[in-house]
């Protein structure tokens, strides 16, 4: 049996199957650990809807828990309150920018009429650090996120956006 | 809350508007005109088809007969489906794929604002996770109508007749019978009437932007959610459902 405070030092360490520098508790997907008779109760809440890394993280953590002695392990999803970019961890950000991807920042998509008036802001390249960037496209190898490219140093980055 | 059939048709309108719409869009994958292009259209279609899952999950319990969303998705005809016209339409270009997007993402994101506040919990819950993504589909076909619309000669004029093609279908949207009637006084969800002005202010000044000209009202009426499709979710469906139809049961 693993108590809550254990349960937790396990998450620490499970990788997010698609950023794999950084762990399912600094992705903030993983909002409650519970012990109970015999095993642990996890609720997780998934990033988009769509997301086919989902399923995947479930079993990792099912996985990772009874690899450390937790016994029976279930993982319970819960939608609201909806995941955000931001509940992912300040250092998880730095983790982000040094593995090449610049991290959420500023405000979510507003949509509606202002689309055609929409000025992405000047992204720093995860790189080089330089602003000259420009937006090739609002979805990367990802939905969460946008495909970038830097004018400065030519190299193209991605952008995790902000939900 | 005890369950209506007008609760569970409702959340099936909205199943299946983002189930077919994920399947038509996912028919670019591999065939978009650039690659940027052809993994944004895969990601919004997984978005969509993410959404219906929910949905349709959240259908069938309301339901009560034990159908999951796969049952729901691959099992049904096309007279059991209740999505818009408009999200059965082919694709045929990129043109009239962004415009579409564009007219039904604005929808999407006035629908799920709304349904932030429905009465029906687990349906406010998914609106919640659905609107930021909406929100991002309709950023994406908006800044597509305005390129193509004030493009060249050959895209504004395609970006027209798109318009031209998908416009009527888009009254459908806020065509109402007493199931919208039975939703509204429940607070399940809002009144139609309500959202047309609204989406019409947001819709109008893009099309505006992009030099396009917005089609009078005409007559012409679709009435897919209402379960009478055109002759195109048929095809659509023989081809999703192709698997489950030969292999009753199958999984993997």
């Known amino acids: 049996m693993l108590t809550e405070t254990q349960a937790w030092d396990v998450l620490h360490a499970v990788p997010d199957p698609e950023i794999p520098v950084i762990s399912v508790t600094e992705l903030g997907i993983v909002r409650e650990v519970h012990a109970r008779d015999g095993g642990l109760h996890i609720v997780v809440t ?4 769509g997301c086919p890394a989902t399923e995947v993280i479930a079993q990792s953590i099912r996985d990772a828990l009874v690899a450390a002695g937790a016994g029976e392990v279930d993982v319970e999803t819960r939608l609201a309150p909806a995941w955000t970019t931001a509940w992912i961890t300040e250092p998880a950000k730095e983790k982000l920018r040094a593995y090449g991807i ?6 979510a998509a507003v949509g509606g009429a202002q689309p055609i008036r929409f ?11 330089s602003t000259d ?29 902000p939900i | 809350m005890t369950t209506t059939p007008a609760h569970i048709e409702y959340v099936t309108r909205l199943g299946d508007n983002a189930l077919i719409l994920g399947q038509r869009m996912s028919e670019w994958c591999g065939h978009a005109p650039v690659l940027e292009e052809d993994m944004a259209l895969a990601n919004m279609s997984l978005d969509l088809i993410g959404q219906a899952r929910m949905l349709l999950t959240h259908a069938g319990k309301l339901e009560g007969k034990g159908r999951d969303e796969d049952q729901l998705a691959f099992l049904r005809t096309e007279m059991h489906y209740r999505n818009l016209t408009l999200c059965e339409l082919p694709n045929v270009d990129f043109g009239r794929t962004m415009v579409r997007n564009f007219l039904f993402a604005s929808l999407q994101v006035l629908l799920w604002e709304r349904l932030l506040a429905s009465s029906d919990t687990e349906l406010a819950a998914i609106a919640a996770k659905s609107l930021k993504e909406a929100r991002y589909h309709a950023q994406h076909a908006g800044d597509w109508v305005v390129r193509l619309g004030d493009g060249t000669a050959e895209s504004h004029e395609r970006a027209q007749a798109a318009l031209d093609y998908l416009w009527p279908y888009t009254a459908e949207f806020f065509a109402a019978n007493p199931t919208d009637e039975a939703i509204a006084a429940a607070g399940i969800g809002p009144a ?9 202010a947001v819709v109008v000044p893009v099309l505006n932007e992009a030099t396009l000209t917005v089609p009078a009202r005409t007559p012409f009426k679709s009435y897919g959610k209402f379960g009478r499709h055109s002759e195109h979710l048929g095809h659509l469906l023989s081809e999703m459902q192709y698997l489950q139809r030969t292999y009753p049961g199958a999984q993997w």
């Open chain 1, 102 to 107: 610049a991290p959420p920042s500023g405000d």
């Open chain 1, 46 to 49: 998934p990033t988009y809807s």
């Open chain 1, 119 to 129: 000025v992405p802001r000047k992204l720093a390249c995860p790189r080089c650090g």
């Open chain 1, 133 to 161: 960037t420009t937006r090739l496209s609002q979805f990367g190898s990802t939905a969460c996120k946008a495909l970038y490219r830097c004018q400065s140093c030519l190299e193209p980055f991605e952008y995790f956006k």
């Open chain 2, 192 to 200: 139609w009437s309500e959202l047309e002005a609204a989406w019409e």
